[in-house]
C-alpha cells in the first residue's frame, strides 16, 4: 500500500505514469549497480564483469552474443552525475510532453532513442575502428530523443528561467543539445550515439505529424462525403474551430497545414456570418 501510495503520487507531481515509470527503474537500477559494484570491490573481484553484462559493447563480435545491452545500457549510470543530469532533463521535458501526449509516448520515444543511438554507437565504432573493449552507458541518448521531439511537439511554450526570464522551449533545447554534446566525451562513437538520439526524435516528430496529416486528409475526406448529405451543424462547426485552436495554442500557428490553415478562415468567417 505504501509502494502504491509513493507510485501515485510521483505520479501526480511528473504527470505521466509512464514517466514515473521510467524515472524509478533508473533510479533503482543505478542502486542496484552501485550495490553490486560495492559488493564485487569487498570481495576483491574484478567489477568490470558489469560492464560486459549490462553495457552496450563497441566491439560487433561482443554484442551479438550479448544482444540485450541495446536496452540495458540505457539504465546502466556508473556516475551519480550522469544519472543526475539525465533523470533531472527526463523529468523536466517528460513533464511538459505529458501535457499534450498520450501518456504511452514518453516510453515509446525513450526506447527508440536510446536503440537509436545505441545502433549509431556500434555503427560507428565499426567504421572508425574505436577500440574493442570500451562500452556505451546511460541514457542520455534516450533522453535527447525526448527532448527534441518535445521541442518540435511544442516550440513556442514559453518558459519562465531564473535570471533569465521567458525563453522559447525551442532554445532552451538548443542550449541543453549543444551542452550534452561540448561537454560529453569526444569520442566519436559516443557523440554519434547523441546524434543518433536527436535524429530518432526529430524523426518521430515527423512521422507522427506525417500520420497525423494523412489522417486529418482521410477525415476530411469522410467529412465531405457527408456533407453531401447533411449540412455540419453549429455545434459541429464549432468542435472543429476549438480543435484548430487548440492546436494553434500548443504548437504555435505555423504547426497549421495549408488545408487546416483554410478551414480555419472558412470556419471563422461562417460563424461570424451565423453570430
Not at 560495492?38 to 570481495?43: D, E, N, P, R, W
Not at 532533463?89 to 517528460?94: Q, S, V, Y
Not at 575502428?129 to 556505451?136: D, I, K
Not at 462525403?225 to 468542435?239: C, H, I, S
Amino acid at each position: 500500500m505504501a509502494a502504491t501510495a509513493f507510485f501515485d503520487r510521483m505520479s501526480g507531481i511528473c504527470g505521466s505514469r509512464n514517466l514515473t515509470r521510467l524515472l524509478l527503474t533508473n533510479v533503482a537500477a543505478a542502486l542496484a549497480l552501485w550495490v553490486a559494484m560495492l559488493a564485487m570491490h569487498l570481495a576483491h573481484a574484478d567489477s568490470r564483469l558489469l560492464y560486459s553484462l549490462f553495457a552496450l559493447p563497441s566491439d560487433a563480435y561482443a554484442f551479438a552474443t550479448h544482444p540485450w545491452t541495446l536496452a540495458s545500457y540505457m539504465f546502466v549510470h556508473f556516475s551519480p552525475l550522469h544519472l543526475l543530469f539525465n533523470m533531472l532533463w527526463l523529468f523536466w521535458f517528460g513533464k511538459m510532453l505529458a501535457d499534450v501526449e498520450r501518456d504511452n509516448r514518453i516510453t515509446w520515444l525513450f526506447l527508440t532513442g536510446g536503440m537509436a543511438g545505441g545502433i549509431a554507437y556500434i555503427a560507428s565504432a565499426i567504421l572508425t575502428g574505436y577500440g574493442p573493449g570500451s562500452y556505451l552507458t546511460g541514457s542520455s541518448a534516450a533522453v535527447l530523443c525526448i527532448m527534441c521531439y518535445t521541442a518540435m511537439r511544442m516550440p513556442n511554450r514559453t518558459l519562465n528561467l531564473f535570471l533569465i526570464g521567458e525563453v522559447k522551449l525551442k532554445w532552451v533545447t538548443l542550449v541543453c543539445v549543444l551542452l550534452t554534446l561540448l561537454a560529453g566525451s569526444v569520442a566519436i562513437p559516443t557523440q554519434c550515439a547523441h546524434l543518433g538520439g536527436i535524429v530518432a526524435g526529430l524523426s518521430y516528430r515527423w512521422i507522427a505529424r506525417a500520420l497525423h496529416d494523412s489522417k486529418s486528409k482521410a477525415t476530411q475526406v469522410r467529412s465531405s462525403r457527408r456533407v453531401r448529405n447533411a449540412m455540419p451543424t453549429q455545434q459541429e462547426l464549432n468542435d472543429r474551430l476549438d480543435q484548430l485552436l487548440d492546436k494553434i495554442r500548443i504548437s504555435g500557428f505555423d504547426s497549421l497545414t495549408d488545408r487546416e490553415k483554410s478551414e480555419l478562415n472558412y470556419l471563422s468567417t461562417v460563424i461570424n456570418n451565423k453570430s
